[in-house]
């Protein structure tokens, strides 16, 4: 049952993987020739700060939400307690955001970048519909409704960028923060009607349901801002430290990495709901799940790591343009960290679904701290180059410390991982083999 099930919903759980990085990237090609480099780096700072704050949203309701509906009978508690909380994060932040705006008395540059999250304000509190929905399409295991609500939220704000890249027209950071509150309102209003029938409204036993949810929420929270902050908090500091033209740089480098990382975020997506049933005392088959899951992720994205390896400045020339294509030892260097990503995300799923947030929170949060720190010695010596070199460093540190955690935990074994990547391709080709002599 599981074996139908991972094949159908990684098929529609990729494609919600795809649609905002597929479309982002097209919005990328064209962005990244439309405005100047200063420019793209404001807008790559705008983008990951909605990331952080989107990104922290799901991590402290996503997980506890599916996990309670999962387990307990009276789920309409449960529903209410999740849109509730949800609706008070994006209020609390579209006050604080236009707080930030009217207070602080900051350069022209940075001016326009608070602006633009002045109008994401706006934008915070329409989200929590969104956020809600798609947390319950996920509970219903409905990949295929998640997939449409995410391509007409993505597509629309993709459509405007290209029409003004295809009619050569001028489009300013401030305008696109505009376009963005647009587009996040039509998905909005859109995955509502996919699920207004799960919507429930009332008062009886929500408060202890909003302290569940929150006091499970608080770990895989910390663990999402320290996995985010580890992986952006380059980008910020490059900022401060060096420059925004070497935002847009870095920025345009890890699209790539994020690019071939889909298949991760799919598994990541299928495994929670498929773990959060499994008993706490079955180690055998979380720890196969786990090795089977990461190995064929990293088998299948190996081939695309080699070839961006061997020809990086080719690659960059292609999608960026020759201002950007000098930079491809950058590119080499991020690339790297590619075939490490599966671990840590299927990891981070497999002990918030066995109910151990907390280790995941203290690992990703020590990450973090250790990256920060290595960033301001390595972007002090080396510059641009530094900050990818940090955060290679401290991929590889927690990779050996997650090993220890998951032998610990669930008795894993590394050379079975090894075992699963090694023997993927053959196992394909003979499944292959196999359906081409029965027919």
Not at 71 to 90: H, M, P, Q, T, V
Request: glycine content about 6%.
């Amino acid at each position: 049952m599981i074996s139908n099930y991972w094949v159908r919903s990684v098929s529609y759980s990729s494609l919600v993987g795809l649609t905002p990085v597929g479309i982002g990237f097209i919005v990328f090609l064209a962005l990244v020739r439309m405005l100047n480099t200063e420019e793209f780096g404001i807008w790559a700072l705008f983008q990951i700060t909605i990331t952080l704050i989107e990104s922290s949203r799901q991590a402290l309701l996503h997980n506890g939400t599916i996990k309670f509906l999962s387990i307990d009978e009276n789920k309409n508690r449960i529903k209410c307690a999740s849109l509730i909380i949800n609706l008070l994060y994006g209020v609390i932040f579209s006050i604080l955001l236009q707080l930030v705006n009217f207070l602080y008395v900051t350069t022209s540059q940075d001016r326009v970048l608070l602006e633009m999250l002045s109008i994401y304000g706006i934008t915070v509190i329409i989200q929590s519909f969104f956020v809600h929905s798609n947390i319950l399409l996920v509970f219903k295991l409905n990949f295929k409704a998640i997939f449409f609500i995410n391509l007409i939220r993505q597509g629309s704000f993709g459509l405007i960028v290209i029409f003004y890249f295809y009619t050569d027209s001028k489009i300013s950071v401030i305008d696109l923060a505009v376009w963005n509150l647009v587009s996040n309102s039509i998905g909005a209003v859109f995955s509502f009607l996919f699920v207004k029938a799960e919507y429930s409204f009332t008062t009886n036993g929500v408060t202890y349901q909003i302290k569940r949810i929150l006091n499970y929420g608080k770990y895989v929270l910390g663990t999402g801002l320290g996995g985010i902050i580890s992986n952006s908090v380059d980008q910020f500091m490059l900022s401060a430290m060096v420059s925004n033209t070497s935002v847009a740089v870095y920025n345009t480098c890890i699209r790539i990495p994020n690019l071939v990382n889909i298949p991760a975020n799919a598994i990541a997506a299928t495994l929670f709901p498929i773990s959060a049933k499994l008993s706490t005392n079955d180690k055998i088959t979380v720890s196969n799940l786990f090795s089977k899951l990461v190995g064929a992720n990293i088998a299948i994205i190996s081939p695309v790591v080699l070839i961006i390896l061997i020809i990086p400045e080719y690659v960059l020339y292609m999608i960026a343009g020759e201002q950007y294509s000098e930079f491809y030892n950058v590119l080499r260097l991020m690339i790297m960290t590619t075939l490490l990503v599966p671990i840590s995300r299927q990891f981070g799923t497999i002990l918030d679904s066995l109910g151990r947030p907390k280790i995941n929170f203290y690992l990703t949060m020590g990450s973090a701290i250790f990256n920060i720190l290595l960033n301001v010695i390595l972007i002090n010596i080396w510059g641009l180059k530094g900050a990818v070199i940090g955060t290679l460093i401290s991929y590889i540190i927690a990779i050996i410390i997650i090993m220890i955690i998951l032998n610990r935990h669930i008795d894993f074994n590394p050379l079975i991982l090894l075992k699963d990547i090694y023997n993927f391709y053959p196992r394909i080709i003979k499944k292959l083999t196999l359906k081409i002599d029965t027919k």
